[in-house]
């Protein structure tokens, strides 16, 4: 399947591209060529091929996921500067006690 420059024009167009009339002859043989190449995949025979779905036998890679303590609250609150019943007092950005 060939493909011309009116194709890739309109599918520029789709995705809203602007191409010089260089680039544009210079993508049509480009995508001719990538199109080639997918067609020459269909030709391969992949009828005894089992299907691949992992292409590594490493089975739990990963580390189980296990609750672990984190650093003491109150440790934490040594680098604030200030708080109070175990939370970080910040100044009130928002104070809804005054009029507008």
Partial sequence: MAINANEVEHVAKLAKLAFSKDELQK????????????????DVDTENVPVTTHIS?????MR???AVPGTSRDL??????????GYIKVPAIIDESEEA
């Fill in 27 to 42: 993508f049509t043989g480009q995508l001719g060529e990538i199109i080639e190449m997918v067609q020459q995949l269909s």
């Fill in 57 to 61: 036998n490493s089975q739990g890679v």
């Fill in 64 to 66: 189980e996921d296990k």
């Fill in 76 to 85: 934490l609150m040594e680098n604030v500067p200030q708080h109070q019943d």
